[in-house]
């Protein structure tokens, strides 16, 4: 039975439920993951979502920082997270579905502003966050997995605007590729996005810095859906929603979905 998965940084789950909703409504994809609920669980406003028939939630959440959900239209298990850097951030949560497929929801530290761990703590705990997701898989190869998420990386030159001058900017600094690199290689992971669209730019951020982020189309793609070798083959019709980004009050980020025949 084919499945659509959707990933999507939403910036406040509270204050976009209704983008939430509309994306819901508009494109229904299965399953949804959010990072950056920014919420505890509690105050998640699952009742929004289950009136479009998104019944299901895993999550874990803290107030005002991070923060990650899964919603679904299918039945699913809560099946752990773990606590990387030790940091006690809400920044990873998995579920399972009935077909056995695991999937892990991802909030990549962003890192600052100076690529430099020696004077950027917050670079610092990327690395270190991105180091434990590669030990972890290298040690537990997954299975039957799917793991998306905000991973704040764009690691192709054809993923940022401008390669030559993105160099020594954090998202796109050669050790963080580098680093995200390790990860995709410590559990064979397969880049669904690139596997699909394997030419040409492509982002799925764009900052509110920019007054016209759509003419000046100064974008990244920070967010990914990646899949293990035993079931990407069955991962197809990728997507990135740039139009999400234009709607009213938007996040900074657009959805990235993609189907699984399995």
Same mark, same amino acid.
Request: charged letters at 30%; one cysteine or more.
């Given at each position: 039975?084919? @499945?659509?998965?959707?990933?999507?940084?939403?910036?406040? +789950? &509270?204050?976009?439920?209704g983008l939430v909703a509309k994306l819901l409504r508009e494109e229904g994809p299965d399953v949804l993951c959010l990072q950056e609920c920014k919420? $505890?669980?509690?105050?998640? $406003? #699952?009742?929004?979502?289950?009136?479009?028939?998104?019944?299901?939630? +895993?999550?874990?959440?803290?107030?005002? %920082?991070?923060?990650?959900?899964?919603?679904?239209?299918?039945?699913?298990?809560?099946?752990? =997270?773990?606590?990387?850097?030790?940091?006690? *951030? #809400? &920044?990873?949560?998995?579920?399972?579905?009935?077909?056995?497929?695991?999937?892990?929801? @991802? %909030?990549?530290?962003?890192?600052?502003?100076?690529?430099?761990?020696?004077?950027?703590?917050?670079?610092? =705990?990327?690395?270190?966050?991105?180091?434990?997701?590669?030990?972890? @898989?290298?040690?537990?190869?997954?299975? &039957?997995?799917?793991?998306?998420?905000?991973?704040?990386? #764009?690691?192709?030159?054809?993923?940022?605007?401008?390669?030559k001058q993105l160099l020594k900017v954090v998202s796109h600094t050669p050790i963080e590729v580098d680093h995200l690199g390790q990860v995709q *290689?410590?559990?064979?992971?397969?880049?669904?996005?690139?596997?699909?669209?394997?030419?040409?730019?492509? %982002?799925?951020?764009?900052?509110?810095?920019?007054?016209?982020?759509?003419?000046?189309?100064?974008?990244?793609?920070? *967010? =990914?859906?990646? #899949?293990?070798?035993?079931?990407?083959?069955?991962? =197809?019709?990728?997507?990135?929603?740039?139009? +999400? &980004?234009?709607?009213?009050?938007?996040? *900074?980020?657009?959805?990235?979905?993609?189907? @699984?025949?399995?």
């Amino acid at each position: 039975m084919p @499945f659509t998965i959707a990933t999507w940084n939403i910036n406040s +789950v &509270r204050l976009r439920a209704g983008l939430v909703a509309k994306l819901l409504r508009e494109e229904g994809p299965d399953v949804l993951c959010l990072q950056e609920c920014k919420s $505890p669980v509690d105050k998640i $406003p #699952a009742d929004v979502f289950a009136a479009q028939g998104y019944t299901h939630l +895993v999550a874990r959440g803290q107030k005002g %920082y991070n923060g990650v959900a899964i919603l679904s239209k299918l039945p699913i298990e809560d099946v752990g =997270h773990r606590d990387f850097v030790g940091k006690g *951030d #809400a &920044r990873h949560v998995a579920a399972r579905l009935e077909n056995g497929v695991t999937i892990h929801n @991802f %909030y990549v530290p962003a890192g600052g502003d100076e690529p430099d761990r020696e004077k950027n703590e917050k670079f610092g =705990h990327k690395l270190d966050f991105l180091i434990e997701m590669r030990d972890w @898989f290298r040690d537990e190869k997954p299975e &039957r997995s799917i793991l998306v998420g905000d991973l704040n990386i #764009a690691p192709r030159e054809d993923d940022v605007w401008s390669h030559k001058q993105l160099l020594k900017v954090v998202s796109h600094t050669p050790i963080e590729v580098d680093h995200l690199g390790q990860v995709q *290689d410590s559990g064979d992971w397969v880049d669904i996005t690139r596997k699909d669209i394997p030419d040409g730019l492509l %982002y799925s951020w764009w900052s509110y810095r920019s007054p016209d982020w759509d003419a000046a189309d100064k974008g990244r793609r920070l *967010d =990914h859906v990646w #899949a293990s070798p035993d079931i990407a083959s069955a991962g =197809h019709g990728s997507r990135i929603l740039r139009h +999400v &980004r234009g709607w009213e009050q938007p996040s *900074d980020h657009a959805p990235v979905l993609a189907t @699984f025949d399995l």
